[in-house]
């Protein structure tokens, strides 16, 4: 999976570069403008919840290591505000595909994530409308373990939840096709920590900039 992500990455490089120098010079210089602003996001892709190996009872009550299905789909609904080229302010919501373990005594308990996080983003712009960035701050992880996974269950019925505050950083690279619309790869992961395991987040984005187009063009 990280070797298709930076594969992704550096195609995504490449056919921003490509595509942009058919644009005219001053489309060029249009789409640099206005960076300053709100945007709007939505990121699709897959999760992978690192959840441990466990001995779960199967059918005869009788334990059994089982390994849970650790990838799905996720997806983040985001806003951010760039104060200046280099610098932005992000939060959003994340869903991750849960973690389950299929036993054979009919039950599938589930470790369910979600979190909403606030991240710092430091933006490095290239050229042609393509920037390179990392994000770094706090994800609050709402977290809910099912039936068996609970620490000392009396019964497949029983659960817990709870929550909890874990690093978030993350690495990658945009290109803006438009002045307002913004295409993205990345790679999100949060550290492991208490019920938490360690969890990642490749996924493909898609912004709006609402910004004003003449802005840092002699009207702002």
Not at 12 to 17: I, K, N, P, Q, V
Not at 182 to 192: E, N, R, Y
């Amino acid at each position: 999976m990280r070797a298709g992500f930076f594969k992704g990455l550096l195609a995504l490089l490449l056919s921003g570069a490509l595509i942009s120098l058919a644009y005219a010079e001053t489309d060029i210089r249009n789409i640099r403008a206005g960076l300053v602003g709100n945007y709007f996001g939505v990121q699709l892709g897959t999760t992978d919840i690192h959840a441990q190996d466990l001995e779960l009872p199967n059918s005869e009550g009788i334990p059994t290591l089982t390994r849970p299905s650790r990838k799905g789909f996720g997806t983040r609904l985001s806003w951010g505000y760039r104060f200046v080229d280099y610098l932005a302010l992000e939060g959003g919501y994340t869903y991750y595909s849960p973690a389950t373990y299929s036993i054979t005594n009919g039950n599938s308990p589930e470790l369910r994530i979600q979190s909403v996080d606030i991240l710092g983003k430091g933006i490095f712009p290239l050229y042609w409308g393509i920037d390179v960035f990392a994000k770094f701050g706090a994800a609050i992880m709402a977290y809910k373990q099912g039936g068996l996974l609970a620490p000392q269950p009396t019964s497949s019925h029983d659960g817990a939840h709870g929550i909890t505050i874990r690093p978030d950083f993350g690495i990658g690279a945009s290109y803006a096709f438009t002045p307002n619309w913004v295409v993205d790869l990345s790679a999100t992961w949060i550290t492991q920590g208490g019920v938490i395991p360690k969890t990642n987040f490749y996924a493909v984005g898609l912004y709006y900039r609402a910004v004003d187009l003449f802005c840092g063009q002699f009207l702002c």
